[in-house]
């Protein structure tokens, strides 16, 4: 691994980090909390900037799958078993992700007078309804995928600091990041917190992002930890 493989894995990391920025701003004010009928407003009247949203969303997805990776194949002398374990839980996360996108475009669908929904006789249902459900479900399954990536993160933490290629400081972060993202595992918990927790895993990744994109891996205790895993 040379610092210039490690810059490209910095690389695929800000593509990641740019991707989500830009659909989080498409999606910001489209979902109105508690009033269906502003959300499928402003959904219906911004359904392109929605769609951009979403899709964005899944190329960011896919950035992180990339990454998932990209971090075996850096982390594996560290420890192999670690790093394959981890390289699970951040490809069931990514394929979690990408699951709740399909809810979001049945939004959509569903909303307005031809939605999908006509199909069902009963008063009691609704383009509207049905396309918040559709929503509900998507942040359901956000908060699934955030309790994968957590695992994801603190192992990737530990894998920080048993390598002797990047600084340690970086591995605590990761780790703390990581049990940031398991308060998930008790929602209404980790709604509350969430200010807190973004701060803590945003910031963590961010500094790992960069470190990776900036300066790289120390080459030498790369190879050198690299030729220890060969050798055992």
Partial sequence: MTKQKARI???????????????????????????S????????????????????????????????ALFYILFKPASRSVSLIAAFFGLVGCAIQASGSVFQFFTVANLGDGGAVSIFSSDELS??????????LNHQVSNVALVFFGV????????????????????????????????FLYPPLAERLFAYIAIVGITA?????????????NADRWREQAATFESA
């Fill in 9 to 35: 894995i910095g690389l695929v990391y800000l593509l990641f980090f740019l991707t989500s920025i830009l659909s989080e701003a498409c999606l910001k004010g489209l979902v109105v909390k508690n009033d």
């Fill in 37 to 68: 009928a502003a959300t499928a407003d402003a959904i219906v009247n911004h359904e392109r900037l929605f769609h951009l949203g979403v899709a964005t969303g899944l190329i960011g997805t896919g950035f992180y799958l990339a990454l998932v």
């Fill in 127 to 136: 383009g509207r309804a049905v396309g918040m459900l559709f929503l509900k």
């Fill in 152 to 183: 994801y993160c603190l192992l990737i933490g530990c894998l920080i600091l048993r390598s002797t290629f990047l600084p340690r400081f970086l591995g605590v972060l990761m780790v703390l990041a990581g049990l940031s993202w398991l308060i």
């Fill in 205 to 217: 990744e961010a500094l790992l992002m960069l470190w990776l994109l900036v300066v790289g891996v």
